[in-house]
């Protein structure tokens, strides 16, 4: 039973992936809309803010694979 929980947020964990770089774009994009908005500075705010969206949800990414990385290290570790 505890095996078949430990999978199934490994599964949850990896869906998560679809989502990370889609909605940290769409923050970065909203951000500097409203911010392009607010200083009429249209759109050096916008572009800049989903930049930096984009970079943050590859961050994500990169250090989710190596949290996971270590983790199936670590287990096998103990395996032998």
Do not use: C, Q
Request: no cysteine; glycine share 6%; net charge positive.
């Amino acid at each position: 039973m505890k095996k078949n929980r430990h999978n199934m947020a490994k599964w949850l964990n990896v869906a998560t992936l679809a989502t990370m770089i889609p909605v940290s774009t769409g923050v970065g994009f909203i951000i500097g809309y409203y911010l392009d908005k607010l200083f009429k500075t249209e759109p050096y705010l916008v572009i800049i803010w989903t930049l930096l969206g984009i970079i943050a949800g590859f961050k994500s990414i990169i250090e989710f694979v190596i949290r996971e990385n270590k983790e199936i290290e670590e287990e096998s570790d103990k395996k032998d």
